[in-house]
């Protein structure tokens, strides 16, 4: 079965041009963001910033989805797609440089502002390409080109990470910022490949005249409605968010690196080992659940719903870890489980939703998963330092949190495991 999985992979990508060059740009882009990274985080120890103004640095590659993705799907589904991502990596490629302007600590907002900016193209890269994907491969082949975009991101995490590491460590950091912008430029030169495919639809958008100032916001409306009138959209949309209840276990990778299991204090070196864990589950995931039993809509149902009882499991179990590489096994399997249901719910959301309003549908995804994460990573800040909880009790109900998706899926899904959906576009709102 795996060396069946593995032929399908294969053949997508020798056979799909289209497809091959958007996910060498997904490559490129994605090592350029982790990358970037690490090297902003160490330019703001070189300046002097204090734990506070780091914190804010992680916060403002979160926050700018809110009010970026939604209006950015209604501009996803006015123009070409391939414009999107072309342009996002160009002006990526733009402001990196911008960094090495800092040179004291009161440089310090200015680079809030650069992150800022580049978070908010960033927030247009990742909906566009997801709601790219389904014009350029067939509908059976979109369980295997996600689990690829989603192994490609894990890989990116490690890879990303660790050549950020050696590069700022051996050249220092303006090669390093030059080398992230040069990825964008490279990621563009892919994108360009990418050669046009009008969905089977015809055009995005309707034809009503969009003359007036309003009008981005009218389709703004139009999205939510369409995702309110079926639930089935509004169900998997909301899956994402269900994960996002975990987002404390992120915060908490630090604080058991450095206080709970580690074996001596190298502390970075352990802490970068979990962020390996941590790659490869949601690297391995999506594998093992295409190849265990993700091969139609009813058990894609099902497997999601597994996803969420399996990272629970795993995610309370990591918070019980005695040993660090206990800890590392059961981290990895715990996000395993997450991203299973992360893909599928991409997967099912792709092959229903109409095209035109894919970007909003995928725009307002990562916005009420954006929500969900940084609320959970606040919720345990202040359970370690306001609340006086320990760190593994603050773990054990990031973990089990997962349990309240993954049961309320299954209520909502149960009755319909066993019957194949209709494509909504043939179906009317209920």
């Known amino acids: 079965m795996a060396q069946s999985g593995f032929r399908e992979f294969s053949e997508l990508l020798r056979g799909n041009r289209e497809f091959r060059y958007l996910w060498y740009g997904q490559l490129i882009s994605q090592a350029g963001d982790w990358f970037n990274q690490i090297a902003v985080m160490r330019l703001l120890d070189r300046l002097g910033a204090s734990g506070t103004e780091q914190a804010m640095s992680l ?112 050249a220092g950091l303006a090669p390093a910022f030059l080398i992230d912008s040069a990825s964008f430029l490279l990621s563009a030169l892919c994108v ?5 495919r009008e969905p089977p639809q015809g055009r995005r958008t309707d034809d009503r005249p969009r003359r007036r100032w309003t009008a981005g916001f009218v389709d703004l409306f139009e999205g939510f409605r369409y995702m309110a009138g079926h639930r089935a959209v509004l169900s998997l949309v909301l899956v994402k968010a269900g994960i996002g209840l975990s987002g404390g276990t992120l915060l908490l990778l630090y604080v058991f690196a450095k206080d709970v299991l580690p074996p001596d204090d190298r502390i970075d070196l352990w802490t970068g080992l979990l962020f390996v864990a941590r790659a490869i589950g949601t690297g391995v995931g999506p594998f093992v659940g295409r190849f265990v039993g993700g091969r139609d809509d009813a058990a894609m149902r099902r497997v999601i719903a597994w996803g969420f009882f399996v990272a629970a499991l795993f995610f309370t179990a990591f ?112």
């Not at 992360?342 to 309003?357: A, I, M, P, Y």
């Not at 593994?392 to 209520?411: D, K, M, Q």
Request: include cysteine; proline fraction near 5%; charged fraction near 15%.
């Open 59 to 170: 916060m403002l590659r979160m926050l700018p989805h809110l009010v970026i993705a939604p209006l950015a799907g209604v501009w996803i589904d006015r123009v070409d797609r391939r414009f999107v991502l072309l342009w996002s990596d160009i002006l990526r490629a733009a402001l990196v440089p911008m960094f090495l302007w800092a040179d004291g600590p009161g440089d310090v907002v200015g680079i809030y502002a650069l992150i800022a900016a580049q978070v908010a193209l960033t927030a247009l890269f990742e909906p566009a390409k997801t709601a790219l994907i389904p014009n350029l491969v067939r509908p059976d082949q979109l369980a295997t080109a996600n689990a690829l975009s989603a192994a490609t991101w894990s890989v990116m995490l490690a890879i990303g990470a660790a050549l950020a590491g050696v590069v700022i460590e051996t």
């Open 192 to 196: 360009a490949n990418v050669a046009r």
């Open 319 to 430: 918070a019980c870890a005695s040993g660090f590489w206990t800890g590392f096994v059961l981290l990895g399997l715990g996000h395993l489980g997450s991203s299973v249901s992360w893909v599928f719910s991409t997967v099912l959301l792709q092959g229903k939703v109409e095209d035109r309003f894919r970007g909003r549908v995928f725009s307002a995804e990562l916005s009420l998963f954006t929500v969900t994460f940084s609320l959970a990573m606040l919720a345990t800040g202040h359970a370690l330092d306001d609340w006086g909880w320990n760190p593994r009790s603050v773990a054990v109900v990031s973990g089990a949190s997962l349990l309240v998706p993954g049961v309320l899926w299954v209520l909502a899904h149960r009755s319909r495991w066993s019957k194949p959906d209709l494509p909504l576009s043939t179906s009317k709102p209920r």
